[in-house]
């Protein structure tokens, strides 16, 4: 057995002996196709600075069964392959302050915030069965490919569970993230929950993942998706998968798409959130057989959303069932022109109960719900509304300003 020491490095196959060790400087991994067995021991940073394990460079390796705490990073991989973390717990790695900082969705690698694991540049890895809670961030994947996530668990994180940042080609399965949630307080006003937190979050371009049977309840958002960048550029996270994951008891979004496409969303739970999917200025999703229930403003709010299909959900005692509408942002305009307005949706068999409007359609809006006195936006148009239930709304469907909505064998 191996007693771990700062600035270690590693070349071969290890076991550490158990023990709790102060390594400020972390220790390194020089080669490849070996395996580091923690066997239990623990690494210590100090001042959350700095990386516990590095591995730059290398196919092949594992890291399993060891704990640290107090690093900025606790792993750090970058142009690596093949790597596998298995069994370990990163804690204490370097947070923002509680009640302070809106976050900053788009960081490059080099502005990284802290968090459990930061790969860069890896293909081919597995992460599975490690703790990541209790920090600000969990796992923070830049530019890889090819990763597989199975049974971690990133909670009560005050920034991000899960972070994709172009990021393709994955899987992410049974892994749980709640409760990442913070509060920015902002002067004068009530401030603002969430701050951008989410419990899965993938933005510049992340595409073709698939998310299956995964937790992130109680979060800023529970997934996000973001897919217009702050210089206006459309940078979509399309053709992902999410199926059987549960978003809900957001205090804005359980599931948020934006300036993306070809997403589906089939058989998750969208409950008890100010919004159960919130999908403007995306097009060609589809929703189907999901739980969208008590939402507070809307089960489904889509703005200017193209080539829907609403397909088999449960939406019952939302504020709003569906709410569809448009809205012209020159801004959005220029870089979404597909997406000037709402049009092609079709909405079928869907069970539609005690919502107050369990469909509402209308132009030149504000969230839906209030008309906006700017620019004018083309009217939504051409919608096939058929063989939906709605039972006990307050209001069945409602249509303003729209074109061409065609309804075929509803039951009321």
């Not at 989410?198 to 995964?214: E, H, P, T, W």
Request: proline letters at 3%; a negative charge; aromatic letters at 8%.
């Amino acid at each position: 057995m191996l007693t771990p020491t700062n600035l270690l490095r590693i070349d071969r196959d290890v076991t550490f002996e158990p023990g709790i060790y102060f390594l400020p400087d972390g220790l390194h991994i020089t080669a490849s196709d070996l395996t580091v067995d923690g066997n239990g021991a623990t690494l210590v940073g100090t001042g959350q600075e700095g990386r516990g394990i590095s591995i730059i460079g290398q196919h092949g390796v594992t890291i399993r069964n060891v704990t640290l705490l107090n690093y900025r990073h606790g792993i750090y991989a970058a142009e690596a392959c093949q790597l596998a973390i298995e069994h370990c717990a990163v804690h204490q790695t370097a947070e923002l302050a509680a009640n302070s900082a809106f976050l900053n969705i788009w960081r490059p690698v080099e502005q990284a915030y802290g968090g459990g694991i930061l790969l860069h540049r890896v293909e081919d890895a597995l992460l599975t069965g490690n703790d990541l809670q209790h920090q600000m961030n969990g796992l923070l994947a830049y530019h890889s490919r090819y990763l597989k996530l199975e049974n971690n668990i990133a909670n009560h994180c005050s920034g991000f569970g899960f972070y994709f940042h172009d990021t393709h080609a994955s899987l992410v399965v049974d892994n749980c993230a709640d409760f990442c949630c913070r509060y920015q307080p902002r002067a004068q006003e009530q401030g603002h929950m969430g701050a951008d937190s989410a419990g899965f979050l993938l933005v510049a371009g992340s595409s073709n993942n698939v998310f299956q049977r995964n937790q992130a309840r109680m979060c800023g958002d529970g997934f996000f998706l973001a897919g217009l960048s702050p210089d206006g550029k459309r940078r979509g996270c399309n053709d992902n998968l999410f199926e059987g994951n549960d978003g809900s008891y957001s205090p804005n979004n359980a599931f948020e798409a934006t300036f993306s496409r070809g997403n589906t969303f089939w058989n998750n739970r969208a409950n008890h959130s100010a919004y159960g999917f919130w999908l403007g200025f995306s097009s060609d999703n589809v929703i189907e057989t999901n739980q969208i229930v008590s939402n507070r403003q809307a089960g489904l709010a889509v703005e200017n959303g193209a080539g829907f299909i609403v397909r088999n959900n449960t939406i019952h005692s939302n504020g709003h069932g569906i709410l569809m509408w448009s809205r012209h942002v020159p801004a959005f305009a220029a870089a979404a022109p597909a997406n000037v307005t709402c049009a092609d949706w079709l909405i079928e068999r869907n069970d539609l109960e005690l919502n107050g409007k369990a469909i509402r359609v209308a132009a030149n809006q504000d969230h839906g719900v209030e008309p906006l006195h700017v620019a004018a936006a083309p009217h939504p148009r051409d919608h096939v509304i058929r063989k939906n239930t709605f039972r006990s709304n307050a209001v069945n469907v409602e249509v303003l300003d729209a074109d061409n909505v065609v309804f075929e064998g509803n039951v009321v």
